[in-house]
């Protein structure tokens, strides 16, 4: 497409990928070096799945959010929806490829190891999600579109805060527990 309702470049999703690697990294921790309601509603407060999920899904929030102070898009409905979308959307891709290695190979031989992984595809699915933006934002966001994107990503925000307030009573890979 000639002209995208939002324009992108090759240096914008490099910016984007890299800014989401930093950001997640900093927010994996962020919890244990500052304890409190705020790092906890936005870090992990545990190793669980979700609690990485929720920091993918916080990271790319404020790598849109700055994104969005640089460049201020004159398609704002699109370039908002595309950005809520995406960031809902891709806690499930890096869970998806990270268990790629388990289901491959089984445990991974080390920490050291399962970090290398773990960056590798924090790294590869900030450009699949960068892409994907990009791709979303190429025709102007119908109101459909935008309702979908902002009630998913309210869905999962309103999940990720809940779970961290109390834990569900069954987790992605445990049986139910009959509390």
């Given amino acids: ?6 324009p992108t470049s090759a240096r914008g999703v490099v910016s984007r990928v890299l800014a989401f690697q930093v950001l997640y990294v900093v927010l994996h921790f962020a919890y244990e070096w500052f304890p409190g309601p705020i790092t ?63 289901g491959l190979v089984g445990r991974l031989g080390s920490d050291a190891a399962e970090i290398v992984w773990a960056n590798l595809v924090i790294l590869a699915s900030g450009i699949f999600m960068a892409k994907l933006e990009d791709k979303l934002s190429e025709r102007p966001a119908k109101p459909f579109f935008i309702v979908l994107s902002l009630a998913y990503a309210a869905v999962f925000l309103f999940l990720a805060l809940r779970f961290t307030a109390v834990r569900p009573w069954v987790d992605f890979f445990a049986p139910p527990s009959l509390r």
């Fill in 1 to 6: 497409m000639d002209n995208p309702a939002v």
């Fill in 40 to 102: 906890a509603a936005i870090s992990a407060i545990d190793e669980s799945v979700f609690q990485h999920m929720k920091i993918g899904f916080f990271a790319w929030i404020l790598v849109s959010l700055g994104e969005g102070v640089i460049t201020r898009p004159s398609a704002r409905a699109t370039f908002i929806s595309s950005r809520l979308l995406v960031a809902a959307l891709g806690p499930s891709v890096f869970s998806m490829i990270w268990f790629l290695a388990p």
